[in-house]
């Protein structure tokens, strides 16, 4: 077993069970003997098999070292560690394969990552955390919890390493999102808004168990709050108050509800891109969606052409027939109310993203916080309420 002696790495190989247990342990705390060591990583990838015994081995060492970790674990390996609570005493991180997304077809794009088609049944997530293994765990957890409450979703079934980065790769077999469908069809826009609303009501229907998903609400305030230094005071005010008012809501939100995070499978209309998952009313939803179709291409049209595959005039007249859809009415000025309530979620949301990526430090920044500034400032004089 060779031993890296910069950071104490030490390699398991082959099989440890009870034939040798005795004698890895004896070899593994020679090494470590007047050392004075503090951290010890082991690597296993080139570990076959490990019995109880080879366990107990480990359990010796991790009380005799204050910091123990296991790297390079295969999926057999991982899945005793894991069943045996080894995953939930120590760090362990499995081995990943590698995947290029070089060349592959962009499906998806949300705050945390990239979708890129693969393969003819495959999608991998790419996330833009390169240190993402805590925001896949998360995914994962929040998409089986959907799957549980009835919402059609693909359900991630490896983690892969991508570039710098890592990725969750999930089965989507010649699914085409939404997003493509109205780019390569556009004549089928009723029938992508009838379903994209039929799914949006699905999840709003959902109730969640206390605790599982996030509070958009308490979202939605800090943006409030981090807007208190660029808007005037007592319109910085208004917007935290009409936050604050909004009331606790056990439904589901999706949180980046739009139509490249649909997709159509085989007759079957599944939801993905799952992290942003959370509970709340239904305002903060249709504030994200205002954004995907609308607000993000204000300022430049080309935004969603590039975003989404189709043009702005297709984004707006998506988002009214949606609106019209899910709020099951026709009269125009309730719509515009209820999606004057949005805009101001959607711009808060819009500027706090903009000045955060240094938005103030160039001159389409600039302009762009200008504009989404000045309509909030309008509609912080004539809207009361989120609610409706």
């Given at each position: 077993?060779?031993?890296?002696?910069?950071?104490?790495?030490?390699?398991?190989?082959?099989?440890?069970?009870?034939?040798?247990?005795?004698?890895?342990?004896?070899?593994?705390?020679?090494?470590?003997?007047?050392?004075?060591?503090?951290?010890?990583?082991?690597?296993?990838?080139?570990?076959?098999?490990?019995?109880?015994?080879?366990?107990?081995?480990?359990?010796?060492?991790?009380?005799?070292?204050?910091?123990?970790?296991?790297?390079?674990?295969?999926?057999?390996?991982?899945?005793?560690?894991?069943?045996?609570?080894?995953?939930?005493?120590l760090p362990v991180e499995k081995a990943y394969r590698n995947v290029s997304v070089e060349g592959c077809e962009e499906i998806g794009r949300?705050?945390?990552?990239?979708?890129?088609?693969?393969?003819?049944?495959?999608?991998?997530?790419?996330?833009?955390?390169?240190?993402?293994?805590?925001?896949?765990?998360?995914?994962?957890?929040?998409?089986?919890?959907?799957?549980?409450?009835?919402?059609?979703?693909?359900?991630?079934?490896?983690?892969?390493?991508?570039?710098?980065?890592?990725?969750?790769?999930?089965?989507?077999?010649?699914?085409?999102?939404?997003?493509?469908?109205?780019?390569?069809?556009?004549?089928?826009?009723?029938?992508?808004?009838?379903?994209?609303?039929?799914?949006?009501?699905?999840?709003?229907?959902?109730?969640?168990?206390?605790?599982?998903?996030?509070?958009?609400?308490?979202?939605?305030?800090?943006?409030?709050?981090?807007?208190?230094?660029?808007?005037?005071?007592?319109?910085?005010?208004?917007?935290?108050?009409?936050?604050?008012?909004?009331?606790?809501?056990?439904?589901?939100?999706?949180?980046?509800?739009?139509?490249?995070?649909?997709?159509?499978?085989?007759?079957?209309?599944?939801?993905?891109?799952?992290?942003?998952?959370?509970?709340?009313?239904?305002?903060?939803?249709?504030?994200?969606?205002?954004?995907?179709?609308?607000?993000?291409?204000?300022?430049?049209?080309?935004?969603?052409?590039?975003?989404?595959?189709?043009?702005?005039?297709?984004?707006?007249?998506?988002?009214?027939?949606?609106?019209?859809?899910?709020?099951?009415?026709?009269?125009?000025?309730?719509?515009?109310k209820i999606e004057d309530k949005a805009r101001i979620i959607g711009y808060t949301r819009m500027i706090r993203r903009s000045i955060r990526?240094?938005?103030?430090?160039?001159?389409?920044?600039?302009?762009?916080?200008?504009?989404?500034?000045?309509?909030?400032?309008?509609?912080?004089?004539?809207?009361?309420?989120?609610?409706?």
């Amino acid at each position: 077993m060779p031993e890296n002696k910069d950071d104490l790495t030490i390699s398991l190989e082959g099989r440890i069970d009870s034939n040798n247990a005795s004698d890895v342990e004896s070899d593994i705390f020679s090494r470590l003997e007047g050392k004075n060591a503090s951290a010890v990583t082991l690597d296993a990838g080139a570990l076959k098999y490990i019995s109880s015994a080879g366990l107990r081995v480990i359990l010796r060492l991790k009380k005799s070292c204050n910091a123990v970790k296991i790297v390079n674990v295969n999926p057999d390996i991982y899945g005793i560690l894991e069943m045996t609570g080894f995953t939930e005493m120590l760090p362990v991180e499995k081995a990943y394969r590698n995947v290029s997304v070089e060349g592959c077809e962009e499906i998806g794009r949300g705050a945390n990552g990239t979708i890129y088609r693969i393969d003819q049944d495959n999608v991998v997530k790419v996330y833009n955390n390169a240190d993402a293994l805590d925001d896949i765990k998360h995914e994962r957890e929040v998409a089986k919890l959907a799957l549980i409450l009835g919402i059609p979703t693909a359900i991630s079934y490896d983690v892969v390493k991508v570039g710098d980065s890592y990725g969750s790769v999930f089965e989507l077999l010649n699914a085409k999102s939404f997003s493509n469908i109205l780019s390569n069809d556009p004549d089928k826009i009723t029938w992508c808004v009838r379903e994209f609303v039929k799914m949006l009501h699905k999840i709003h229907d959902t109730e969640v168990p206390d605790g599982k998903l996030p509070d958009m609400r308490e979202t939605a305030l800090s943006w409030a709050g981090f807007m208190k230094d660029y808007l005037p005071e007592d319109a910085a005010n208004k917007l935290y108050s009409l936050v604050e008012a909004v009331p606790y809501n056990n439904h589901m939100l999706h949180g980046d509800y739009h139509t490249k995070n649909l997709e159509l499978q085989n007759d079957e209309v599944l939801l993905i891109d799952m992290d942003t998952l959370a509970v709340g009313h239904p305002i903060f939803e249709l504030a994200s969606m205002f954004n995907s179709f609308v607000g993000y291409s204000e300022y430049d049209p080309e935004v969603i052409r590039h975003f989404q595959g189709f043009d702005n005039k297709t984004g707006r007249t998506f988002w009214d027939m949606t609106l019209k859809e899910y709020l099951d009415t026709d009269d125009e000025t309730k719509i515009r109310k209820i999606e004057d309530k949005a805009r101001i979620i959607g711009y808060t949301r819009m500027i706090r993203r903009s000045i955060r990526r240094k938005g103030l430090e160039t001159e389409k920044g600039r302009n762009e916080i200008e504009l989404w500034k000045g309509e909030l400032l309008e509609l912080l004089g004539k809207v009361d309420t989120l609610l409706f």
